[in-house]
């Protein structure tokens, strides 16, 4: 055997960075759940004693966590003063709540992959599905985390209003249902920006049911948003203006026979929003970051919940278009196209 070294070295440094990259996200994890980050936002510079105290924190465990996170770009060191600091941009991603970029429920999200891979590995070997509601409870508050930021500053603002006709029917008063709506994020969201409109939710988790329940009280919306248990191949209700699947069809075992129940619930003139993770259609145009992140993110939560539910169809977290554009063509909507876009988002319309 001949080994080329730089193509090895390669390797090995490839691997390096993947494991640093590893452990220093369960490392950001316990930053978020300390309130270190937040601790530190806007303070500019801190010595380490002064993080601890803001965090109730120890300094000791404090300073390797500052060393780690020095080491990976995210804290800013002076080693004069010796003072650490979170620049504005890494304070936007790891400590605002409200940003569009914020991180924090990607880290429980990867901790619940982690927690699934004794289950994953048995899976592997069988063939059988790990259903959504088996997986590890952070993972239903972390997904919502997740994906919140982004609803929040895109749904209402851009891709309700890129769809044909829509945002005009949600002032005036529409029908909405949303299918898989975990702990109801975007149905809230909905339901502030156009409070004439009615939304229901539907989620066959009933954990997640209970949660989007008591969000929606505290969020004042209980009045015209309402969460069931159901399917989304058997959800109650007809003559809906709008059917919303939110980063959730490709984890369905049915994903046609959904579209087509959608497809019946519709009104005459409704529109399907569909909005998934972004793709192309092919594994060689999705060799990125992104497609990494979400392939594996597939492997561990999306596929293992299709293949646990009748059919099985798996389209994983990264169909792409034409695979979900088939997926709507055969439940029988004659209109499918790209409404718009983001980096981390296809954004998707199906009219009967």
Not at 40 to 55: D, H, I, N, T, Y
Not at 120 to 140: I, M, N, Y
Not at 141 to 150: L, M, N
Request: aromatic letters at 10%; charged letters at 25%.
């Amino acid at each position: 055997m001949t080994i080329d070294e730089d193509k090895l070295m390669a390797v090995m440094g490839q691997a390096v960075t993947d494991m640093s990259a590893t452990v220093s996200v369960a490392l950001m994890m316990l930053g978020d759940k300390l309130g270190l980050y937040k601790a530190m936002a806007g303070a500019g510079p801190l010595s380490c004693a002064q993080v601890a105290e803001r965090s109730g924190t120890t300094e000791r465990y404090v300073r390797e966590w500052l060393s780690n996170q020095v080491a990976g770009g995210y804290v800013a060191y002076d080693p004069k003063a010796k003072t650490y600091e979170l620049p504005e941009e890494q304070a936007y991603a790891l400590a605002d709540e409200d940003s569009p970029v914020f991180l924090g429920g990607a880290f429980d999200v990867i901790a619940a992959c982690w927690a699934a891979e004794e289950r994953l590995t048995d899976a592997f070997r069988t063939g059988e599905g790990v259903g959504w509601h088996e997986q590890h409870p952070r993972l239903f508050a972390g997904t919502e985390r997740f994906f919140r930021p982004g609803y929040r500053a895109f749904l209402t603002s851009a891709w309700i209003p890129a769809l044909d006709g829509v945002e005009e029917k949600l002032v005036r008063g529409a029908r909405v249902a949303d299918v898989g709506c975990g702990f109801g994020a975007s149905a809230i969201l909905m339901a502030e920006a156009y409070p004439a409109s009615t939304v229901k939710g539907f989620d066959y988790h009933q954990g997640s049911v209970d949660a989007a329940r008591k969000r929606a009280t505290e969020a004042g919306v209980s009045d015209r948003v309402t969460f069931d248990t159901a399917h989304a191949k058997d959800f109650p209700g007809t003559d809906f203006d709008l059917v919303c699947f939110f980063d959730c069809l490709h984890d369905m075992g049915d994903p046609v026979g959904a579209a087509r129940h959608a497809r019946e619930a519709l009104a005459p003139t409704g529109t399907v929003l569909l909005v998934e993770p972004y793709a192309n259609d092919g594994l060689e145009d999705n060799i990125n970051p992104v497609g990494r992140l979400f392939y594996g993110a597939s492997t561990f939560l999306c596929t293992p919940s299709s293949l646990s539910q009748e059919v099985g169809l798996a389209l994983g977290a990264q169909a792409g278009e034409q695979r979900l554009r088939d997926v709507f063509t055969e439940a029988g909507f004659s209109s499918f196209r790209r409404a718009t876009e983001t980096p981390f988002n296809l954004v998707l319309e199906a009219r009967p």
